[in-house]
């Protein structure tokens, strides 16, 4: 069974400029999440998308903003990029909620 | 917002000696996770415990839930290098099937 594919693994920016990340759950879930992680920390939920809706995003600004396509796979995109966006975004699925299975991330460097 | 504190947030320590990672809240958790994070991937589920009380075992490592549903503990006996890592706990909501994260414990495991 393949696991959680992210891409791209790494990503460089201009600030002001626009990031797309993508992620591709594991066959059959329906629930991506996206968090960041800044600096190997904890990770800061930012949104979570389940059959194709938006049921949930964290404290971030608008400029942060997604969505889930029929085949389940997702794409979080990041405008007007900012300094403080340097991190590793890390997308997970899940079919029960009970266990995440995480991907091995984007590192998106703002410069 | 709940919050997951974990302490301590560094942890260096000889192989072979003992070590116990917390995990505490002042909220109710449905289920309470525990990940383990190498660089450059992402965290990866190390057990699920559900029932308030629960002890679960995993060869070396032990994991308690509290009683009231609201703290968490890692023991891992005979620490060994290969354990070194970012440990990072995170609480189930029973709406949603979002996770929040404690802010991690990164353990590193001198031979």
């Known amino acids: 069974e393949a696991g959680v594919t992210q891409s791209p693994t790494h990503l460089i920016k201009t600030r002001g400029q626009q990031a797309t990340l993508r992620c591709s759950p594991i066959?059959?879930?329906?629930?991506v999440y996206w968090y960041q992680q800044a600096l190997g920390l904890g990770l800061q939920f930012l949104l979570w998308?389940?059959?194709?809706?938006?049921?949930n995003r964290g404290n971030f600004p608008p400029r942060f903003s997604g969505r889930q396509f029929p085949n389940y796979s997702s794409e979080l995109n990041v405008n007007a990029l900012e300094l403080e966006d340097s991190a590793l975004y890390l997308c997970?699925?899940?079919?029960?909620?009970?266990?995440?299975?995480f991907g091995s991330g984007t590192r998106l460097t703002v410069v | 917002t709940q919050l997951l504190e974990q302490s301590p947030q560094f942890l260096s320590i000889q192989e072979g000696e003992n070590l116990t990672v917390y995990c505490n809240s002042s909220?109710?958790?449905?289920?309470l996770q525990w990940y383990r994070q190498e660089p450059g991937e992402g965290p990866v589920l190390l057990v699920t415990?559900?029932?308030?009380?629960e002890v679960k075992k995993l060869k070396r490592l032990t994991f308690q839930f509290g009683d009231a549903r609201k703290d968490s503990s890692l023991h891992i006996t005979a620490a060994q290098p290969g354990d070194t890592g970012l440990y990072l706990c995170?609480?189930?909501?029973?709406?949603?099937?979002?996770?929040?994260f404690g802010g991690g414990t990164r353990l590193m495991v001198k031979p």
């Open positions: 066959s059959g879930h329906t629930s």
């Open positions: 997970a699925s899940s079919r029960t909620g009970l266990g995440y299975t």
């Open positions: 415990v559900v029932t308030g009380g």
């Open positions: 998308y389940d059959e194709g809706e938006e049921r």
């Open positions: 909220s109710v958790f449905s289920s």
């Open positions: 995170a609480g189930g909501h029973n709406a949603g099937n979002m996770l929040t």
